[in-house]
């Protein structure tokens, strides 16, 4: 067996002990069920089982190095999502300009169910969250509206 571990190694052994502690803390939460609690124990147990094991089996240069790191690290759940972007203009305004772009393009719209997805206007209502017309044709895109509906769909 080796007695170190190569930078990514070293990486997720912290991420791992980061999650262990996540998982005490979840514990101490009254608000989990027996089942869940019993898993979470599973976890927890092994895990530390694990870790001793591996720090056994590494070096002392190594078990400083992995223990340097995880002191170092922070627990910090970052969303794969960026932070939406601020725009200069009021929600009103990105409203109004939505409704123009749906009355310009979604008009009588002849795009089917399925076709519909490759329509950059139905792409970006669905990016945006912006909500379908209050009754839409059965086999039409979910945006397209006749000459003379209202497009609000409040």
């Known amino acids: 067996m080796k007695t170190y571990l190569n930078a990514n190694e070293r990486m997720h052994s912290a991420h791992l002990m980061l999650c262990i502690n996540g998982s005490q803390k979840l514990l101490d939460n009254p608000g989990i069920s027996k089942e869940e ?76 169910d399925a076709d519909c997805t490759t329509c950059p206007v139905f792409q970006m209502n669905q990016d945006m969250n912006i909500m379908v017309t209050t009754n839409p044709e059965k086999g039409f895109c979910p945006y397209r509206y006749k000459e003379g509906e209202d497009i609000k769909s409040d």
């Open 37 to 112: 609690r019993t898993n979470l124990k599973y976890i927890h147990t092994y895990a530390k089982k694990w870790w001793a094991a591996l720090l056994k089996r590494v070096g002392i240069e190594e078990q400083q190095r992995i223990q340097r790191m995880f002191t170092d690290m922070k627990p910090v759940l970052e969303s794969k999502r960026k932070e939406a972007r601020k725009l200069p203009i009021s929600d009103e305004v990105v409203g109004n300009m939505l409704e123009l772009f749906i009355e310009v393009f979604c008009k009588n719209c002849d795009l089917s």
